[in-house]
């Protein structure tokens, strides 16, 4: 049976987001996690605020620990291997865990790196990031270039038709909100981050990654994982370097990414991990797809009727 597993990436955290699930390996998968950066990310689960896990530093490795707790539990329950892999921005590294391509405590350790160079690159309160609404793709790419003014706005993630997040420098942005607003977007509002991901100013945060990814070992994948950056998947690990540095300055082809999955006749896909977000996002972009959200030890089980059989 083909399916696709896709990985949610920042945005999905919440507090207790892991309550759902039973399974000891879920635990087992936090504490490598917290062995190898030194720090209890199931202590932050458990907090009192989301602050904590709100903070890029952590929550990249948070995200990536859901992902694969969550894939391991499937596995666990005798679940069967995807036929492909995808994750959305931070998401591709959980879908490189499990297609065996990367060691686990390697990508904790190299997503924790990716979130100190991503924060490092542009001051707080220098970047921004917005959500775009009801505005065609090229509308908005064309506000950007309007906007840019030999500033850097971009837009950065292709989410879904009518919904594309845009980031770069702040005043940038703020007159590019201006310029889709003018264009007709129906809404477009600042988001609360704290760095301005995949656009240009993230480059000098690439080469830091770039760096850390050549001491790193990748394997070829045990099953094709797409990429965000080009929609396609590699086997040579050079490409896969390569294609991780690149993302991190490039757009989240998301939409694109779903298409083709379902081009390819991988109709049948499952959210791995917190939240339903990806869930939604394919249903705006393809209402005929089946995407199951793997939020619980329930939506596991129920899972294993539909994707096993």
């Known amino acids: 049976m083909t399916f696709a597993f896709l990985f949610p990436g920042q945005g999905s955290q919440s507090l207790n987001m892991m309550d759902g699930f039973s399974a000891a390996v879920v635990k087992d998968t936090f504490d490598e996690a917290s062995e190898a950066l030194g720090d209890d990310l199931w202590a932050m689960l458990k907090a009192d605020s989301s602050d904590t896990i709100n903070q890029t530093v952590n929550t990249q490795p948070l995200m990536l620990a859901a992902g694969v707790a969550t894939f391991r539990a499937w596995l666990a329950l005798g679940g069967a291997m995807p036929s492909v892999v995808a994750g959305h ?62 500033d850097v706005v971009e837009a950065v993630n292709f989410n879904a038709p009518g919904q594309v ?85 490039s757009p989240v082809r998301w939409t694109e990414t779903v298409r083709k999955l379902a081009a390819d006749g991988i109709s049948r896909q499952a959210e791995c991990g917190p939240g339903k977000v990806l869930a939604g996002l394919n249903k705006r972009i393809d209402s005929s797809l089946s995407t199951l959200a793997l939020t619980d030890d329930a939506a596991l089980a129920a899972a294993l009727g539909s994707l096993n059989g």
């Not at 405590?105 to 609404?133: I, K, N, T």
């Not at 909100?177 to 995949?198: W, Y």
């Open 165 to 249: 997040v845009i980031a770069g420098s702040l005043a940038a942005v703020e007159r590019a909100i201006a310029a889709c607003k003018a264009r007709g977007a129906k809404r477009a509002l600042p988001l609360p981050v704290s760095a301005p991901s995949h656009c240009a100013l993230m480059k000098p945060a690439a080469l830091k990654l770039a760096d850390a990814l050549e001491g790193i070992s990748i394997s070829v994948p045990t099953v094709p994982v797409l990429h965000n950056a080009d929609v396609a998947s590699y086997t040579d690990p050079v490409q896969i370097r390569d294609a991780l540095v690149r993302q991190l300055y």
């Open 89 to 150: 921005s931070l998401g591709e590294y959980s879908a490189l865990v499990a297609a065996d391509a990367l060691d686990f405590d390697d990508a904790v350790r190299l997503v924790r790196l990716r979130a100190e160079a991503m924060q490092s690159a542009v001051p707080v309160g220098a970047g921004a990031m917005a959500a775009v609404l009801g505005l065609e793709d090229d509308e908005i790419v064309a506000a950007c270039a309007d906007a840019a003014q030999g």
